[in-house]
């Protein structure tokens, strides 16, 4: 962080700065100059800025592999999770009413089908393997008869671990089971081919790919039977799925970031992969040390650890100027340990002591290895001070 130099920012997997690209043609978009007219005024200047909504939604496709049709805007990925479960579960109901996802879903997952639950739905709740990984034979165990929506994320915002989408999605397509993915953490980070992939619905969001807040979107497949129910009543935009003014700043800032982000991916994957390797060998023989997920099988900018004697709170305060996250970062204002890596199988000491670590385009290996430094430091202080290990 330029402004802040004695902060460092490490938690990319909650939010992202803005490309200065993305910014510039945002503000281009805004003032008087730009195409501030309503997208839905029939007028020139409206046309203009219908113009410009569909050459962003052209951009985000684009990324996808996918048509700009099949886009719903929304205001961010937990507006499209709603959308999809809520959505997807009400449009179906009369078929059945059984639904399937996992424990250790983001929470606009997990509160959208505790939603559903109150509203006579029944909802199995599938754990993952010790690594994070969904059992595939454990999945298809699940589905029943009357199973018509099932939601499983691509990429884990806590431990960064990736579920296999494409096997799951085929299980659905098969039994014509509405399928919904929360690609939050991976749209713009992994490759992603919506043509090819078995996927009906999928949530996104541009702040975590270097776009601005308060945009999203939800893909919806061209196929039948995948359809939502509109959770919003309105102006009738975007077929009347998600009614209102389009904003179409923001909308211009997700097209561009999912421009930037294609022409880049390749080589941020591998720069991410060399940060966070090398974090993960300068932290690895630390006695008590343990990594939360599965470092094989993983997004590379996201890295979770446990370490064992070493109390969550004092460790928050002892890692100071680093900006990491404990748990989840739409979790810490409770002080609860991490629901996700209790479904991993930790204990509650050890959840409270894990730390995510998420590196970002401006993070460079001299952050990392300041960041290593003050992680070993803050540990062996800890374990210096802590009863039981006095000198
Ligand atoms: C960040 C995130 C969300 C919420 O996205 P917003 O756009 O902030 O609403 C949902 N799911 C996952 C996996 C996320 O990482």
């Excluded at 999928?202 to 893909?219: E, F």
């Excluded at 390749?266 to 390797?277: S, T, W």
């Excluded at 890596?341 to 995510?356: E, F, I, P, Y």
């Amino acid at each position: 962080m330029a402004e802040q130099q004695d902060l460092l920012y490490l938690d990319y997997a909650a939010s992202t700065p803005v490309d200065a690209r993305v910014a510039q043609a945002m503000s281009a978009l805004m003032t008087s100059a730009g195409s501030y007219a309503n997208p839905s005024s029939t007028h020139a200047a409206g046309r203009q800025s219908v113009g410009h909504i569909a050459r962003a939604a052209d951009q985000l496709a684009g990324l996808l592999n996918t048509r700009a049709e099949r886009l719903i805007w929304t205001s961010g990925a937990t507006e499209s999770d709603n959308l999809a479960i809520l959505g997807g579960a009400h449009y179906r109901r009369d078929r059945g009413r059984h639904l399937v996802s996992m424990r250790t879903e983001h929470k606009a997952v997990t509160d959208s089908f505790s939603e559903l639950e109150r509203q006579a739905f029944d909802v199995t709740w599938l754990d993952p393997e010790a690594n994070g990984v969904l059992d595939i034979a454990r999945f298809e165990a699940a589905l029943r008869d009357d199973t018509q929506l099932v939601s499983i994320m691509h990429v884990n915002n806590e431990t960064g671990v990736i579920q296999d989408i494409e096997k799951i999605g085929a299980i659905c397509r098969e039994r014509e089971i509405l399928f919904h993915v929360d690609a939050a953490q991976s749209v713009g980070k992994l490759l992603i081919d919506l043509d090819a992939l078995p996927v009906d619905l999928m949530s996104m969001t541009a702040h975590k790919v270097y776009g601005p807040k308060g945009i999203g979107a939800l893909y919806i497949a061209d196929r039948p039977g995948v359809h939502v129910d509109p959770l919003l009543f309105g102006g009738g935009q975007q077929h009347r799925l998600r009614p209102g003014t389009l904003p179409s700043q923001q909308i211009v800032g997700f097209g561009a970031a999912a421009d930037i982000a294609r022409s880049r991916m390749h080589e941020d994957l591998e720069r991410l992969a060399a940060l966070r390797d090398r974090f993960w060998s300068g932290v690895h023989d630390l006695p008590g040390i343990l990594l939360n997920g599965d470092i094989d099988n993983s997004f590379p900018g996201i890295l979770n650890v446990s370490i064992e004697d070493i109390e969550g709170e004092s460790l928050l305060l002892a890692l100071e100027p680093l900006c990491v996250a404990t748990g989840s970062a739409c979790n810490s204002a409770s002080q609860e340990p991490s629901y996700v890596l209790r479904a991993l199988g930790r204990s509650d000491a050890l959840a409270q002591s894990a730390v995510r670590f998420s590196f970002g385009r401006p993070t460079s290996l001299m952050d990392v290895d300041f960041a290593v430094e003050h992680y070993r430091n803050a540990v062996d202080k800890l374990r210096r001070i802590a009863p039981g290990h006095a000198a």
